[in-house]
């Protein structure tokens, strides 16, 4: 079955970097594009980043334009998010998501703190 496993969250100070991972497996990874979202706490869950299957084509949100990087190694069936510059409300959980046929399925999430 579809697994995403995500890790590299954690507590980091305003203007600090941090690069979360997602572990892929029970699909074809180099044949899936795949997205990295957010939910912070009393908002709705918002896509960050998407790739598609080549790493050639990326989409970032507006609000990490130029500050985030989305990134794939299809030979670890991995996807990573560089994260640079974080402010406070960039503090989320960050979920990695795949669709595949027909399903969205998601990980369950590694929590992001941008604090001082």
């Known amino acids: 079955q579809v697994q995403l496993v995500e890790s590299g969250g954690g507590l980091v100070q305003p203007g600090g970097s941090l690069r979360l991972s997602c572990a892929a497996s029970?699909?074809?990874?180099?044949?899936?594009?795949m997205s990295w979202y957010r939910q912070a706490p009393g908002k709705e869950r918002e896509r960050v980043a998407r790739?598609?299957?080549?790493?050639?084509?990326?989409n970032l949100a507006d609000s990490v334009k130029g500050r985030f990087t989305i990134s794939r190694d299809n030979a670890k069936n991995t996807v990573y998010l560089q994260m640079n510059s974080l402010k406070p409300e960039d503090t989320a959980v960050y979920y990695c998501?795949?669709?595949?046929?027909?399903?969205?399925?998601w990980g369950k999430g590694t929590l992001v703190t941008v604090s001082s």
């Open positions: 998501n795949v669709w595949r046929e027909g399903m969205d399925y």
């Open positions: 029970g699909f074809s990874f180099s044949a899936a594009a």
């Open positions: 790739i598609n299957i080549l790493g050639i084509s990326t």
